[in-house]
Structure formats: structure tokens, C-alpha cells
């Protein structure tokens, strides 16, 4: 079973690449300001493509308070990079398709369960309704997703991991904690 992180643990740093850049370290990219971590499935779900445009609908709440929001996917990030230019995503997008961060905060795939969940389901519907498709499969079929709110000082301020693989934390309760 998977270790999961918890109010007031240390935020685990990690090297990371986006679409556009690699090497890069999360203490240093993060600074003085606090983080906001929201762990999903790969570009080509709709569901995480819905999550992903509620992330950018509201990111003026973020930028507000001086927070740094970090997306993570399980995909190459040569099939983000393709896919659209770093305007449409106003957020690191953090590539990992060996799941390493994932692995790192502990964030696990669910069983069947979990995937088929009527939730879920109501969710991919809800997307394709919008006008999300279904694209490249990559990752983990059944990972469900994970957010994280880091203080300014690296510490883990709110912690939430997902029942089912539409299980993300608004917005509002994210900016809450901050």
C-alpha cells in the first residue's frame, strides 16, 4: 500500500520536466510562494481535460494569492507539447509517465471500482458533453486523482486523494487552504 502525505508533512521536492523544459526542481520553481498540486490521469482523459480547463478558469484566484499551481499528468511531454501551446495552459504542467511523483505523494491507482464508479462515469459524460475527446491513452488507466495545497514553506497544508477518478477539490476549498 501506498505511503499517503498529511497536513503538516514536508512537501517532497522533485526534479521535473514540462513541455517545454526539463531539469527543473519544485522547491526552486515554487520560491517563497506557496503551491498548489493537483495530480490527474493524462492529457488524452476527458475527464482530466475538464479538470484542466476548470484549473485555468480559475486561475486568477490563484495568482491572487501568490500561488504557483502545478498540474501532473502521465504523459510524455512531447504529446502535451504537440497538443497545445503553453497559452492555453496558464500552469506548469508537470510530465511524468513513469509516475514517479505519483509514486513520491503517494498518489495510487484505484481498483475497477474506483474507475467505474457512477461518478466517473457521469463525469466522462459530462465532459464529452463539453466537447472534451477522448485522446492518447497514457499512464494508468485507473489512477484516481490527488491535491495538494504547500505552504510558502514547504509543508503540506491540505491533502486531499481521490475516491473515484473525478474526486478533485474545487477551486474554492483548494484557495481556501492556501
Known sequence: ??????????????????????????YEECGDHPAVLVFLRYLGCPVCQMEMVE?????DLFNQLGARVFVFLQSDSAVVASSAG?????????????????????????????????????????ATLL????????????????????????????AHYGRTINDVPPASVLAGHI
Open 131 to 158: 466537447g472534451h475527446r477522448h485522446g492518447k491513452f497514457e499512464g494508468k488507466e485507473t489512477q484516481v486523482p490527488a491535491a495538494f495545497v504547500i505552504s510558502s514553506e514547504k509543508t503540506i497544508r491540505f
Open 55 to 59: 484549473l485555468r478558469r480559475n486561475i
Open 86 to 126: 503553453p497559452e492555453e495552459w496558464p500552469y506548469s504542467i508537470v510530465c511524468d509517465p513513469g509516475g514517479k511523483i505519483f509514486v513520491l505523494y503517494g498518489v495510487a491507482p484505484g481498483g475497477l471500482l474506483k474507475y467505474l464508479h457512477p461518478a466517473g462515469l457521469m463525469a466522462a459524460v459530462k
Open 1 to 26: 500500500m501506498e505511503m499517503k502525505l498529511g497536513v503538516g508533512d514536508t512537501a517532497p521536492d522533485f526534479s521535473f520536466e514540462t513541455p517545454g523544459k526539463s531539469g527543473l526542481r519544485f
